[in-house]
């Protein structure tokens, strides 16, 4: 499995520093320098944040028969012994990077991914067919999270898949590509209000609305989830915990009686943590999804 976590959805959603941005959309970085490392699978999410701390402008995973070989990149060479320390338990390989047109170059990561025998989701340059009874979603990836590729949208989309009945109100939080969005649409909801404080989110899900049909239906607004009034058949919300786990009794006020939330981005070692809070918010976990070390509650209101 090879794949890329995105900087900008870390800046966001982990709270990295702008300057670990990727400059993959028109901006040319003259010089590269790629460190490499092997790990254990249970090391890579830590080492990760090191590497972004330091200014790593994206990272590739890719598994091994020994681990997992993460590959980071950074945009020069000065910080080199402060890696070198974050890395000192490893064995790590630096490497300069011939400059090379990236905007171009990292379209080559994204692939078709089938969360379900009835989805598909590929990008706008790789079209595939819809899976048998099932239906394609499109996604321009732009720089907001949410193209299919990491387990937490695939988990968000399977919690949409199990719980959307035709004619729902949809309540989405923290849209970034609009991915969620536009599944619920394709699921029979009779609409989606996508919410996300980041302007560029709303304009990469605006685009990724018309390019699947479905603007008509997602109402999009640039605000948090307190600005967002209504009752909602089903609340999404696929974020970093430390961001979801504060914001889930705004979202279960928003919920219908008889709705479900389905709340992604929880890691498997803070579901005792997450289950509290659901407690606290008088929901009650309906199902736990899960993928690798990741999950996705499916919940409803105490009756």
């Keep these: 499995m ?9 800046s966001i959603r982990y709270g990295f520093p702008a300057r670990a ?20 699978r249970a090391k890579v999410e830590i080492v990760s944040a090191q590497l972004f701390e330091l200014g790593c402008c994206g990272v590739v995973e890719e598994d091994i028969s020994d681990g997992v070989r993460l590959t980071a990149y950074f945009e020069a060479a000065e910080n080199k012994a402060e890696i070198e320390q974050a890395l000192v338990t490893c064995k790590c390989r630096f490497e300069p990077v011939p400059d090379t047109d990236w905007t171009l170059s990292w379209r080559s990561f994204f ?5 379900s025998p009835r ?6 340059w790789n079209r595939v067919s819809d899976p ?15 193209t299919g590729h990491h387990e937490t949208t695939r988990l968000a989309l399977l919690g949409l898949e199990k719980k959307i009945t035709s004619g729902d109100r949809v309540l989405d939080v923290g849209t ?29 899900a605006r685009a990724n609305c018309v390019l699947n049909d479905v603007d ?38 928003r919920l219908h009686p008889e709705g479900y939330a389905i709340l992604g981005g929880i890691l498997d070692r803070e579901r005792e943590a997450f289950c509290a809070v659901l407690d606290r918010a008088n929901l009650v976990l309906d199902e736990m999804l899960d993928e690798g070390e990741w999950l996705c509650a499916i919940a409803r209101k105490s009756r």
């Excluded at 048998?132 to 949410?146: K, V, Y």
């Excluded at 590509?177 to 394709?186: F, T």
Aim: charged residues 15%; negative net charge; aromatic residues 8%.
């Design 176 to 204: 970034g590509s609009g991915i969620l969005s536009i599944a619920a649409v394709k699921l029979g909801a009779a609409e989606a209000m996508a919410v996300d404080i980041e302007a560029s989110a709303i304009e990469n």
């Design 21 to 40: 941005i990727a400059r993959i959309h028109g901006e040319k970085v003259n010089t590269y320098f790629q460190v490499s490392v092997v790990l254990p």
């Design 2 to 10: 090879l794949w890329v976590y995105f900087c900008r959805f870390l």
């Design 132 to 146: 048998p009874g099932g239906f394609t979603i499109a996604i321009d990836p732009q720089m907001a999270f949410g």
């Design 111 to 115: 692939r078709p991914v089938y969360p």
């Design 216 to 253: 008509a239906q997602v109402v999009l607004m640039q605000c948090s989830v307190d600005r967002v009034s209504g009752i909602f058949d089903v609340v999404v919300a696929n974020m970093i915990s430390s961001i979801l786990l504060p914001m889930v009794p705004e979202l279960a006020k």
């Design 119 to 124: 989805m598909a989701i590929c990008p706008p």
